[in-house]
């Protein structure tokens, strides 16, 4: 492929974006849309010791609840050995929030304050410690960085002439990205639906080869700049093994 | 093992004659204490 690679955001936020991505084939698209869902450590809990649990749910439903709370996770500050631990204390009547959580390291905190972990009624009270450790979402659900990852093809669409004055006018819906010209414009703006922005004319629509927008969402552990060149490095670094093994 | 009157709240240690029963108001629904050992509890 000789075309060059290149990446051009069109919404960028702390915790999603959506960009495009030319010069790479389907194939390595899919790879680095994997690798950010399942190839990028985060911290999450463990293991939780409880030292009070005086509220109504099992010890083991609270632990599952904050092994979800995600983490904010700094890059090349922890290794797949290191332990963090987090405490937290709360007596009723209050509600538990992740919030609450307080940690022993400060760069690792909760990526979310308002997660409800449990209702405290008056004279209950929950007293727990945690260890957070590193992991990728190959092992568990709960290290997944990226919880929203896709994308779709480009689009190209161009008009191919005028529609009949009495012609039906069905939607034709396409979500994501199209390209007019050397314009992007993202389908929300037209609400989806092509016959909007073209009312009375036909237009034909074809995939942009090797151009792909990606739309993804993290858990607030890493922003998605770090989350994507994580996945990259991860790629990367698995063909560097791979090239080691094959050269032998 | 104790237990707590679940009418009356108060702490109550069964043997093996007296039944299920509190000693204090005959109570028969006692509820089980929590232990006081912390509890390890892995996140799976």
Redesign the interface.
């Known amino acids: 492929m000789d075309e060059e690679y290149d990446v051009e955001f069109i919404e960028r936020e702390e915790r999603s974006a959506k960009f495009l991505v030319r010069g790479v084939t389907p194939a390595f698209a899919n790879g680095i849309r994997r690798a950010m869902i399942a190839d990028v450590p985060t911290l999450?809990?463990?293991?939780?010791?409880?030292?009070?649990?005086?509220s109504v749910m099992f010890?083991?439903q609270i632990?599952?609840r904050?092994?979800l709370v995600p983490l904010s996770t700094p890059p090349n500050e922890f290794d797949e050995d290191d332990v963090v631990t987090l405490s937290l204390d709360v007596s009723g009547p209050a509600t538990a929030y992740s919030g609450d959580i307080v940690s022993s390291d400060e760069m690792v905190q909760p990526a979310e304050e308002n997660v409800p972990i449990i209702d405290l009624k008056d004279g209950q009270r929950l007293e727990l410690e945690a260890d957070a450790v590193l992991s990728t979402g190959k092992d568990?659900a709960?290290h997944q960085g990226g919880v929203s990852v896709g994308y779709r093809h480009l689009q190209r669409v161009e008009t191919v002439g005028d529609r009949g004055e009495f012609e039906d006018v069905d939607p034709e819906i396409y979500r994501g990205v199209i390209q007019e010209g050397d314009e992007l414009v993202d389908t929300e703006e037209f609400d989806h639906d092509l016959t909007n922005r073209y009312p009375d004319q036909e237009v034909a629509v074809e995939d942009v080869e090797h151009a792909f927008v990606f739309s993804v969402e993290t858990d607030g552990s890493m922003s998605v700049e770090e989350l994507f060149t994580r996945a990259v490095e991860s790629l990367d670094a698995r063909a560097a093994e791979l090239e080691d093994a094959v050269s032998l | 093992m104790s237990y707590k009157c679940s009418r009356c709240k108060r702490d109550v240690s069964l043997d093996g004659y007296g039944g299920v029963r509190c000693p204090y108001c005959g109570h028969r629904v006692l509820l089980k204490e929590r232990s006081q050992d912390v509890k390890t509890v892995p996140v799976q």
């Open positions: 999450a809990i463990d293991e939780v010791r409880f030292i009070e649990n005086s010890d083991e632990a599952l904050l092994g568990h709960k």
